[in-house]
Antibody, heavy 120, light 111 residues
Framework: QVQLQQSGPGLVKPSQTLSLTCAIS??????????WNWIRQSPSRGLEWLGR?????????EYAVSVKSRITINPDTSKNQFSLQLDSVTPEDTAIYYC??????????WGQGTLVTVSS | QSVLTQPPSVSGAPGQRVTISCTGS?????????VHWYQQLPATAPKLLMY???NRPSGVPDRFSGSKSGTSASLAITGLQAEDEADYYC???????????FGGGTKLTVL
């Protein structure tokens, strides 16, 4: 059974960087058949896909246009995890952030979610 | 406004049947991309309920079924139970946005 365990701060100041990590058990981040996603949820924006990374002989990263200039998703094979960095955050980035495993387009396993509040 | 449109709420009595629609366009559902459904209970992460329109993951009761028609998809729940009260989201890919997109969610109330 795949499990995703999220970690990271719940409070970030405006203009700073939001950083979250998703530790994987039951699968490997370098699997050639799945993708690793970050999705957020807020009352104003609903569920919003932010980006993903996946390995198919080499590493790929794809990001949503809405955050493309500010986001980085990195795999860490040594720790079997992947991370999210979102730069220059504003209060509009306040949301519950989820990491997921994607298979054939659907998200079959989700992390527990991390409420990140952007506030001074 | 979400790319995929769902009714904000539906309701039904225990034992009844309800359907939840998900309307897209020619750049997502109409383009042939699969639709997936998630169930979100209060204060929990979404859970995969249906993938590729009509396939149930292990453990999902056969009271749940999915279908597609043109640029729309539907989730049907028969034999409504109190435990089905949750938010339901559809999900697909949009080729004009180059992004995975979600519906705005539908709150199911079991009367």
């Amino acid at each position: 059974q795949v499990q995703l365990q999220q970690s990271g701060p719940g409070l970030v100041k405006p203009s700073q960087t939001l950083s979250l990590t998703c530790a994987i058990s039951g699968d490997t981040v370098s699997s050639n058949s799945v993708a690793w996603n970050w999705i957020r949820q807020s009352p104003s924006r609903g569920l919003e896909w932010l980006g993903r990374t996946y390995h198919r002989s080499k590493w790929y990263k794809e990001y949503a246009v809405s955050v493309k200039s500010r986001i980085t998703i990195n795999p860490d094979t040594s720790k079997n995890q992947f991370s999210l960095q979102l730069d220059s955050v504003t209060p509009e980035d306040t949301a519950i952030y989820y990491c997921t495993r994607g298979r054939d387009g659907y998200n079959d396993f989700w992390g527990q979610g991390t409420l990140v509040t952007v506030s001074s | 406004q979400s790319v995929l449109t769902q009714p904000p709420s539906v309701s039904g009595a225990p034992g009844q049947r309800v359907t939840i629609s998900c309307t897209g366009s020619s750049s997502n559902i109409g383009a042939g991309y699969n639709v997936h459904w998630y169930q979100q209970l209060p204060a929990t992460a979404p859970k995969l309920l249906m993938y590729a329109y009509s396939n149930r993951p292990s453990g999902v009761p056969d009271r749940f079924s999915g279908s597609k028609s043109g640029t729309s998809a539907s989730l049907a729940i028969t034999g409504l139970q109190a435990e089905d009260e949750a938010d339901y989201y559809c999900h697909s890919y949009d080729s004009s946005l180059n992004a995975w997109v979600f519906g705005g969610g539908t709150k199911l109330t079991v009367l």
